[in-house]
């Protein structure tokens, strides 16, 4: 039996290892955690640094080693371009991504940028990057709508944005220094492989702009959200320097401008490579660099298909006002230090479109446009309204009289209104929304109210004025004691505002901050004569008192004249007006409540179309149950203009 064995020992050995590898399962099995699942499908180069599986399984179908790839690209390239087997969708996606694997290792970090530019040979990886997913976008064989649920469609079209934001940052910066060395902005950007040619005309650029940040590279805090539209292209901000508000201390003259847009415009680029086929796009070195403003194109024709545009509509917001630094100059001005400002401006917030209503902001006392900073992102963030209206705001100075500010807001308004409607006819200059807050509101208020003579006649009863008094005093104060309601206004939003003014600005406290508030020497010296020669022309009484040329807060005082004269005027017959009021305690009686500053018999106007009361302080404009209800208006608003039943 032995030698039997001794004999078989060969031919048992070959059946027992036959039976082993037979037996030996290829396919294994283990459970996968949803979030392992969804990271393995959905995670990239863009995300985890590494390839997707889509493009392991393209690299891996046609036996390419994905180590290999990230070091030589090129040798990886050709191999994909060659292998005719492979479907075109993968070829292309993978492509894509490998190209980006590969600019992002050439690319210098975001904080070195400024002390090394990015290389030739970065620019040309972005590019091809770029290039094989607008390829896959648009010349693979399907629509983009034709994928349009596909996890391998959003990341190509990410690689292909991120690709583009990448490449406007170099193109920017050699546009930007062609056009200050008197060349055309438009130019062609050549670069030692590609040509690019930019067009930024639908920016209506005013200057050279300083430069281009990408949006999704700055956070902002003190905005509740940021808005934005997912689609095609790189979203940007550009930036201009801003307008002098200020007038040099040396006494030099200098043209202050009335109006200006935002410093910072939002954009967005795409790159569109020329050719009608895939070989034709695959050959091209001409690559068109188109830029357009997100608020005013929702979508592009790209090879005869509808693309939706992305767009951020919160990053140029965000970044005007955080370069600003209104918060501490609003202050100065009030307090007449110096590095204030002595006359309204104007702010556009997006360019100028003649077919948007426009609804206009004004902030209240010590503040500026910030105080708008979630109700203007709220607007400009939501698609319905952003359709159809456009955002202005005024700055302006805080310490001065009332009637003075109503009178120069008034003609900074329609002298920038004239200036971008001549005609008056477009239909931004009609059904206009005047919203204002606290100090603000009463300017809104009086902006839509005549005065006809009562001002004049109650102010001024107790004046002698004939002869060339009377001239004198009618050249200074006739102006702003006589006025008529914007004529092209049909809402307005009221919040916080104190008609009848308040107790607190005749109080200790009220007191102490009026003697800080100072009035600029240009404006007094602007009245001084004016108050001579009415404190020459007073009717002596027993009331006669040292006449002084009014501050804000002394125009707040509820016993002010003119705030009792003028709260007693009538507001624009037909106009439909709104109430937003704060009561700062709950427990307190609606009648006898107050938000801390302004009463409610203050605050309340009979007449509103309706009146929300918010347990809130005085900066109710900023509760989200305040910017609810002014997006509620306006969306009512929409919906009576168009002949619906709200």
Not at 224 to 232: A, K, P, Q
Not at 356 to 368: A, K, N, P, T
Not at 420 to 433: H, I, L, R, T, Y
Not at 507 to 529: A, H, M, Q, S
Request: net charge negative.
């Amino acid at each position: 039996m032995s030698r039997w064995l001794r004999r078989s020992a060969p031919l048992l050995a070959l059946v027992l290892s036959l039976l082993l590898s037979s037996g030996c399962a290829m396919v294994t099995m283990k459970q996968v955690s949803p979030t392992d699942y969804l990271a393995n499908k959905r995670g990239d180069v863009l995300t985890s640094g590494r390839f997707s599986m889509a493009s392991q399984e393209t690299l891996s179908v046609i036996g390419l080693d994905v180590s290999l790839c990230e070091k030589d690209v090129v040798a990886c390239e050709k191999t994909l371009k060659d292998t005719r087997d492979l479907p075109e969708e993968q070829r292309l996606s993978a492509l894509s991504e490998l190209w980006v694997k590969n600019a992002l290792e050439l690319t210098p970090k975001p904080k070195d940028r400024d002390k090394t530019p990015m290389s030739e040979a970065a620019l040309d990886a972005w590019l091809e990057a770029a290039r094989y997913a607008y390829a896959y976008l648009f010349f693979s064989g399907r629509t983009p709508s034709d994928r349009a649920f596909e996890d391998r469609q959003t990341q190509v079209r990410d690689y292909y944005n991120y690709a583009a934001e990448q490449t406007a940052t170099l193109v920017f910066k050699r546009s930007r220094e062609s056009a200050l060395e008197g060349e055309d902005y438009n130019a062609a950007v050549a670069g030692e492989r590609w040509t690019l040619t930019s067009d930024f005309d639908q920016l209506r650029l005013t200057s050279i702009p300083t430069t281009m940040v990408s949006a999704s590279s700055v956070s902002f805090a003190g905005l509740r959200s940021t808005y934005r539209r997912d689609g095609f292209g790189a979203e940007l901000v550009v930036v201009m320097d801003p307008p002098k508000l200020i007038a040099p201390v040396d006494g030099e003259k200098v043209q202050i401008p009335q109006y200006s847009e935002m410093s910072s415009i939002n954009a967005t680029a795409l790159l569109r490579f020329k050719g009608d086929t895939l070989q034709q796009v695959l050959d091209t070195t001409q690559v068109l660099f188109d830029v357009y403003s997100p608020e005013s194109t929702e979508s592009v024709e790209l090879h005869g298909e509808k693309v939706p545009l992305a767009g951020n509509f919160t990053a140029a917001y965000g970044m005007w006002l955080a370069q600003s630094g209104f918060a501490t100059q609003s202050l100065r001005t009030l307090f007449g230090l110096s590095e204030g400002i002595a006359e309204p401006h104007m702010y556009l917030m997006q360019p100028w479109d003649p077919n948007r209503r426009i609804i206009f902001m004004l902030h209240g006392l010590g503040s500026s446009p910030e105080a708008w900073v979630n109700v203007a992102n709220e607007i400009l963030g939501d698609p319905e309204l952003r359709r159809h209206f456009q955002v202005w705001q005024v700055y302006y100075p805080t310490n001065a009289p009332i009637a003075l500010n109503r009178y120069e807001i008034d003609q900074a308004f329609n002298n920038t209104l004239r200036h971008f409607d001549p005609s008056g006819n477009a239909p931004a200059s009609k059904d206009m929304v005047f919203i204002g807050h606290s100090m603000g509101g009463v300017l809104a208020r009086l902006l839509v109210t005549s005065s006809g003579e009562t001002l004049w006649d109650q102010l001024l009863a107790n004046y002698d004025l004939k002869g060339e008094r009377l001239k004198r005093v009618q050249a200074k104060l006739g102006p702003l004691l006589h006025f008529d309601a914007e004529p092209n206004v049909e809402r307005a939003i009221f919040i916080a505002a104190p008609h009848k003014g308040t107790d607190i600005a005749g109080n200790r406290v009220g007191r102490f901050i009026g003697r800080l508030v100072r009035l600029p020497i240009t404006l007094l010296g602007k009245f001084e004569d004016v108050f001579q020669t009415l404190q020459q022309a007073e009717v002596q009484s027993a009331q006669a008192t040292k006449l002084q040329i009014p501050n804000s807060i002394d125009n707040l005082k509820a016993s002010d004249p003119f705030v009792k004269a003028s709260s007693a005027l009538p507001i624009m017959p037909g106009l439909k007006y709104h109430s937003i009021i704060a009561q700062r305690k709950a427990s307190v009686p609606l009648e006898r409540s107050d938000d801390g500053l302004v009463p409610y018999w203050s605050a309340h106007l009979p007449g509103a179309v309706s009146e929300k009361v918010i347990i809130s302080g005085h900066s109710v404009q900023e509760t989200p149950q305040a910017v609810l209800e002014i997006r509620r208006i306006l969306r009512e608003d929409l919906e009576a203009m168009d002949g619906k039943t709200p």
